[in-house]
């Protein structure tokens, strides 16, 4: 009996695309090859590929989602997204796939595609009765931009809308910042956010669901020198640390994971997702929800997995396996 086929779906569209393929690699790694027959399938502008652990090329068919290994086609079973931003975290992939059949294990079309968005997911938390940060939402034909970010007020953060790894977002102190802000957040994404700026501890916690319950993970504080957690705090600079689990008082411990386990079940989400905070001292304010979140070596999910007695290769097989109990 052969085993099932699973996809790893890395690459992407965006600046991620980097972080994409370690988070794949990683992924892989974990799957138990006694269980599972994976195979990687990379995703680009120029097309879409298949290659084997080892990276040897194998012929694939985008339109069956199956590849043919000299047995004839073999159709994919599942499908497993370690694609940061567009298409796997933004629901395009998603829907491809309910449309071919196969299930995956990130949340569906919807939830994806909502949660893509930061400002269409603060504006349905704040709907919803959580406290986030005052915010605008930014296209390029809009009069008054600058007057738009003014009224958020100082300091804010100017960010493109629908991006990842802090990519193309700036904190803006004065009047004079702005535009070189917006221009900045404007090519990575043609919708903006400004969001006024919540000044304290920066939190993440990881969520997980592998037995129908949403299950928080141990939370992590992000302690930087940078102005904001950019790309280069989150992969190159050697003084950022990631406390896991964060010093915090129970009481704060609880509220974030709580907090976080209640967003993952209210939209709808799957799989492994972060939702980030900041706690002001007297007040969290959840910052957005991370649905394909990082899972390389720099990464914060693994490590929360590793403290929390899950671990990476029972968090993966577990999702794996679920995964394929449900209909794509």
């Given at each position: 009996?052969?085993?099932?086929?699973?996809?790893?779906?890395?690459?992407?569209?965006?600046?991620?695309?980097?972080?994409?393929?370690?988070?794949?690699?990683?992924?892989?790694?974990?799957?138990?090859?006694?269980?599972?027959?994976?195979?990687?399938?990379?995703?680009?502008?120029?097309?879409?590929?298949?290659?084997?652990?080892?990276?040897?090329?194998?012929?694939?068919?985008?339109?069956?989602?199956?590849?043919?290994?000299?047995?004839?086609?073999?159709?994919?079973?599942?499908?497993?997204?370690?694609?940061?931003?567009?298409?796997g975290e933004d629901g395009l992939l998603q829907g491809y796939l309910d449309l071919v059949g196969v299930p995956y294990q990130t949340g569906g079309v919807l939830c994806m595609a909502l949660t893509m968005s930061k400002h269409g997911t603060t504006a349905l938390l704040?709907?919803?009765?959580?406290?986030?940060?005052?915010?605008?939402?930014?296209?390029?034909?809009?009069?008054?931009?600058?007057?738009?970010?003014?009224?958020?007020?100082?300091?804010?953060?100017?960010?493109?809308?629908?991006?990842?790894?802090?990519?193309?977002?700036?904190?803006?102190?004065?009047?004079?910042?702005?535009?070189?802000?917006?221009?900045?957040?404007?090519?990575?994404?043609?919708?903006?956010?400004?969001?006024?700026?919540?000044?304290?501890?920066?939190?993440?916690?990881?969520?997980?669901?592998?037995?129908?319950?949403?299950?928080?993970?141990?939370?992590?504080?992000?302690?930087?020198?940078?102005?904001?957690?950019?790309?280069?705090?989150?992969?190159?600079?050697?003084?950022?640390?990631?406390?896991?689990?964060?010093?915090?008082?129970?009481?704060?411990?609880?509220?974030?994971?709580?907090?976080?386990?209640?967003?993952?079940?209210?939209?709808?989400?799957?799989?492994?997702?972060?939702?980030?905070?900041?706690?002001?001292?007297?007040?969290?304010?959840?910052?957005?929800?991370?649905?394909?979140?990082?899972?390389?070596?720099?990464?914060?999910?693994?490590?929360?997995?590793?403290?929390?007695?899950?671990?990476?290769?029972?968090?993966?097989?577990?999702?794996?396996?679920?995964?394929?109990?449900?209909?794509?």
């Open positions: 009996m052969p085993l099932p086929l699973i996809a790893v779906v890395r690459g992407g569209y965006t600046g991620e695309s980097v972080i994409s393929m370690q988070s794949a690699s990683r992924m892989l790694a974990a799957i138990d090859r006694a269980r599972f027959d994976p195979l990687f399938v990379s995703i680009s502008r120029s097309g879409w590929s298949c290659e084997t652990p080892e990276e040897a090329p194998v012929a694939f068919d985008r339109g069956a989602f199956s590849v043919d290994r000299g047995q004839g086609p073999e159709r994919f079973a599942g499908a497993m997204i370690a694609i940061h931003g567009s298409p704040r709907q919803l009765g959580f406290d986030v940060a005052p915010s605008a939402m930014l296209m390029p034909h809009m009069p008054d931009l600058h007057a738009r970010v003014a009224a958020i007020g100082f300091p804010c953060f100017v960010k493109p809308d629908r991006s990842g790894s802090s990519l193309g977002i700036s904190k803006v102190k004065s009047a004079a910042d702005v535009q070189a802000a917006l221009d900045k957040a404007f090519a990575e994404c043609t919708t903006v956010m400004a969001e006024a700026g919540a000044t304290g501890r920066e939190l993440t916690c990881g969520v997980i669901d592998l037995g129908g319950t949403a299950r928080a993970l141990p939370v992590c504080e992000i302690v930087h020198s940078k102005e904001f957690f950019d790309y280069e705090a989150k992969y190159h600079a050697s003084d950022t640390q990631e406390l896991v689990p964060a010093p915090l008082h129970d009481d704060v411990t609880r509220l974030v994971q709580e907090r976080s386990a209640a967003i993952y079940t209210l939209l709808e989400c799957r799989g492994m997702v972060r939702v980030d905070h900041i706690w002001t001292g007297d007040r969290l304010v959840t910052i957005e929800v991370n649905t394909t979140p990082g899972f390389s070596g720099a990464s914060i999910f693994p490590k929360m997995l590793e403290v929390s007695g899950i671990g990476v290769a029972a968090a993966v097989n577990g999702l794996v396996q679920q995964m394929l109990q449900r209909i794509g």
